[in-house]
């Protein structure tokens, strides 16, 4: 025998025992108004006989209701067959009672022998005797059905988590595929430029914007798998790719980045900027022949992180404000990433140019904690 079922064996005996000092202490109260002269000790070895012999059928009974469970698609056929085994399982208590009761002399004047024992205790427990067959098959129950809804609560909370988990994979998977679209995309802008380059014949300028193409997409390839990055870092790309874009511009194009030391580790979408300042370029600088300015300003306001490109050129028509794939794009991972805790605008300015403000919720980047003690530089301007 294990210990386990040691365990449930004593539970199941002092369960009985309870149940028998129950019904004693009935007896017993019946005893002392009726002015009975029996003495106590009958009516408690009656009822502990009775309780014990129950709990020694009682594993039996278990095994009945597990062998023929109650169900709905047989329930009719089950209840009747309980019923007769109710009966029977009365009928093996009143014996074993019966033939034991006389043995150890309570009740002598109507227990003398095993048959009159049984007409008495046939009258006094029969239905009793019933109704305990089907309260333990009532608690047998109880118990499976508790357990069939821990199962069904364990499973659904195992649905629940793969599907958790299966949407984080498809977000995830949403916003890999997001940038893959936004890097071929600035790539090949990039080597088409480089391809102009080549073909006027200019052979020096093409060889710096390939090498400095070759830092950036080095800079990119060590985060690649990161979606959000420290402002700090962010920048250092868009240096990369402000050095390619002056190579082809050459002293056409100016640029003045500012940012608070404070918030430089702040989190970011990796490449978030990039399709912004490339859009800038395109139609602020790329659409004048004379030298343009594109300003890149980032400062916290309130709990949002806010980032505003601004350029000097002819602005934007209504019609170009929101096509393109990269600004199409850096909005789709803005929803991805943040709901609608995020977005992005870009309007004329009211000064002429156009102004894109990609606004964020603020928050220290993955890694970094606000409470962490770090030395910090703020951002030298660059204006050339």
Not at 17 to 24: E, Q
Not at 113 to 137: A, D, E, K
Not at 330 to 341: F, I, K, N, P, V
């Amino acid at each position: 025998m294990t210990k386990r079922n040691f365990r449930t064996y004593a539970l199941v005996f002092l369960a009985w025992t309870v149940v028998g000092l129950f019904f004693f202490s009935q007896g017993l109260t019946q005893k002392l108004f009726s002015r009975d002269p029996t003495p106590w000790w009958h009516y408690l070895v009656s009822w502990l006989v009775g309780v014990y012999t129950s709990a020694f059928l009682t594993p039996v009974i278990l095994w009945l209701g597990r062998r023929f469970p109650i169900e709905r698609r047989n329930w009719p056929r089950r209840v009747a067959l309980h019923v007769l085994l109710s009966i029977a399982f009365s009928f093996v208590q009143l014996a074993w009672e019966s033939a034991i009761l006389p043995r150890i002399g309570v009740f002598p004047a109507f227990m003398k022998g095993f048959v009159g024992t049984f007409f008495v205790v046939f009258m006094l427990g029969f239905h009793g005797n019933i109704t305990t067959y089907f309260t333990l098959l009532g608690i047998q129950y109880g118990f499976r059905y508790y357990r069939k809804y821990q199962e069904r609560e364990r499973e659904a909370l195992r649905l629940e988590l793969h599907a958790s988990e299966l949407q984080s994979q498809l977000a995830q998977a949403q916003l890999n595929a997001l940038k893959m679209q936004l890097q071929p995309h600035f790539l090949f802008n990039t080597l088409n430029a480089i391809m102009v380059l080549v073909r006027q014949q200019k052979g020096r300028q093409a060889e710096e914007m390939l090498s400095r193409l070759s830092d950036l997409l080095r800079c990119v390839l060590e985060d690649v798998d990161a979606q959000e990055v420290p402002l700090r870092r962010e920048l250092e790309y868009l240096k990369l790719y402000l050095s390619i874009e002056q190579v082809r511009f050459q002293d056409r194009l100016q640029v003045e980045i500012s940012a608070d030391a404070a918030i430089l580790d702040a989190a970011v979408p990796h490449m978030g900027l990039q399709p912004i300042v490339e859009n800038a370029i395109r139609h602020g600088i790329g659409r004048s022949s004379a030298a343009g300015k594109i300003q890149i300003k980032a400062c916290r306001v309130n709990e949002t992180l806010e980032v505003k490109v601004r350029d000097d050129g002819p602005g934007l028509p209504p019609v170009l404000q929101s096509r393109g794939i990269g600004l199409a794009n850096t909005r789709a991972r803005l929803q991805q990433l943040y709901g609608d805790a995020a977005h992005l605008a870009v309007e004329n300015g009211e000064t002429g140019g156009a102004v894109a403000t990609m606004v964020l919720p603020y928050h220290m980047a993955p890694g970094i904690s606000e409470t962490e003690v770090m030395e910090v530089h703020a951002l030298d301007h660059v204006d050339r």
